[in-house]
Nanobody
């Protein structure tokens, strides 16, 4: 069984910085793409950023230049550094990962974390 556990949500002032973490645990053989999505009240879940196992990244236009994704493959952990935060960044942030498991052997599935709330407000 595989789990993604996010941490680091909270209240941040506009213009501030904050970092989210997401650790994958369980019967993991390999992790391909990891990423962050977010869902604001009344809106659909949207892609924020992704990172491949080789370190290639992709960002939504709305966060380019402000957010940075990184990962520690040895720890099966992905991070989201958020700078210059705006009120419109307020959302529940979800971690996502495409994981190849050991049990079932070499089964590839998409996994989601439980979500962590980030509120940008003065």
């Amino acid at each position: 069984q595989v789990q993604l556990v996010e941490s680091g949500g909270g209240l941040v002032q506009p213009g501030g910085s904050h970092r989210l973490s997401c650790a994958a645990s369980g019967s993991i053989f390999a992790i391909y793409v990891m990423g962050w999505y977010r869902q604001a009240p009344g809106k659909q879940r949207e892609l924020v950023t992704t990172i491949t196992s080789g370190g290639s990244t992709n960002y939504a236009d709305s966060v380019k230049g402000r957010f940075t994704i990184s990962r520690d493959n040895a720890k099966n952990t992905v991070y989201l550094q958020m700078n210059s935060l705006k009120p419109e960044d307020t959302a529940v942030y979800y971690c996502n990962a495409m994981i190849v498991t050991m049990k079932p052997l070499f089964s590839t599935s998409d996994y989601w974390g439980q979500g962590t709330q980030v509120t940008v407000s003065s």
